[in-house]
């Protein structure tokens, strides 16, 4: 966790559609289970790629990202109304309690610094759901970050555990892994 952040000269490349062969947006709403009620939180938001597929579904979207620079490359493209952007560290959100029912984090937990996982667990409400989708360090490094930067689904369900989540599905795939959780 907390290896290096992705780099804003390369947003362009998170806006490719091809992107959806490694977490397509059906599977992510499936695992999330959103409703037109909930509120959710997606943590390391970068260009609002996949941001915009929850907005689509979810009452209120906040696209949390540490670079400034993506929220804007975010509201060049467009941000829908439902979607708040806000420049923070996951590891300290300027979020109330419980004030999410839902957390998404797509292929950003790499990037992630510890606290970021108890700050999930405050934020999200007792019995809401929490959904990380991730490049694997059991995949081939093909593509996506270096294997020596990445963990595997076990790794990041111990630790999302150990932060006060109870693991729904735990799976690995050929280059990326799942994990879904309830708080
Ligand atoms: C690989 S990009 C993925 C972006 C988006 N989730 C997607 O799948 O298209 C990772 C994003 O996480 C953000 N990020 C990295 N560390 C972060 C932190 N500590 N807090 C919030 N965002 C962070 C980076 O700025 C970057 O935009």
Do not use: I, N
């Not at 599977?27 to 997606?42: C, F, I, K, T, Y």
């Not at 970021?116 to 593509?143: C, H, I, K, Q, Y």
């Amino acid at each position: 966790m907390g290896f290096h952040t992705y780099d804003v000269a390369r947003a362009d490349e998170l806006e490719d559609s091809s992107r959806y062969e490694y977490c397509s947006a059906e599977e992510l709403l499936g695992a999330a289970a959103l409703s037109a009620q909930d509120r959710v939180l997606d943590v390391g938001s970068g260009t609002g790629f996949y941001t915009d597929v929850l907005a689509g579904v979810a009452d209120r979207v906040y696209a949390v990202d540490l670079q400034p620079a993506m929220a804007a490359y975010y509201r060049d493209k467009g941000v829908p109304a439902e979607v708040a952007t806000v420049a923070a560290d996951a590891g300290t959100l300027p979020l109330r309690d419980d004030a999410v029912d839902v957390a998404v984090s797509t292929m950003t937990y790499h990037e992630l610094p510890p606290a970021a996982m108890p700050e999930l667990a405050r934020v999200v409400r007792p019995g809401g759901r929490l959904v990380v989708v991730d490049w694997t360090s059991a995949g081939t490094g093909g593509e996506g970050p270096p294997l020596e930067e990445r963990f595997d689904a076990r790794t990041a369900a111990g630790a999302l555990d150990e932060a006060g989540f109870t693991m729904r599905r735990v799976e690995s795939r050929r280059e990326t892994f799942l994990v879904s959780a309830t708080r």
